[in-house]
């Protein structure tokens, strides 16, 4: 019932800049936070970033500066912007959601492809 599309993906150069989507359909208790992992092969799943329906935003480490999570609320729909990006940020990226209590139920996207590469 619930699912969350992603699109954006892609293959950039480094220093370029892509910005994914990801539209929620089928959501009846509200979103409460919304937010991005990627996984690379061999590696665990990562925290990229994450927003409160209120706007608090937290970032990884290595994307503060770069990267930029945001959300329309009246859209269901979340946004990662990123900017300056670099041959480690080449990961399958993950959009997921977290319901508004008490329901706090978990989704995930399909997962999304970034390449950076000359």
């Known amino acids: 019932q619930v699912q969350l599309v992603e699109s954006g993906g892609g293959l950039v150069q480094p220093g370029g800049s892509l910005r994914l989507s990801c539209v929620v359909s089928?959501?009846?208790?509200?979103?409460?936070?919304m937010g991005w992992y990627r996984q690379a092969p061999g590696k665990q799943r990562e925290l990229v970033a994450t927003?409160?329906?209120?706007?608090?935003?937290i970032y990884t480490d290595s994307v503060k500066g770069r990267f930029t999570i945001s959300r329309d609320n009246s859209k269901d729909t979340g946004y990662l912007q990123m900017n300056s990006l670099k041959p480690e940020d080449t990961a399958a990226y993950y959009c997921?959601?977290?319901?508004?209590?008490?329901?706090?139920?978990?989704?995930w996207g399909q997962g999304t492809q970034v390449t950076v590469s000359s």
């Open positions: 089928g959501n009846r208790y509200g979103i409460g936070v």
């Open positions: 927003i409160t329906e209120g706007g608090s935003r």
């Open positions: 997921n959601i977290r319901q508004r209590s008490p329901f706090r139920g978990e989704y």
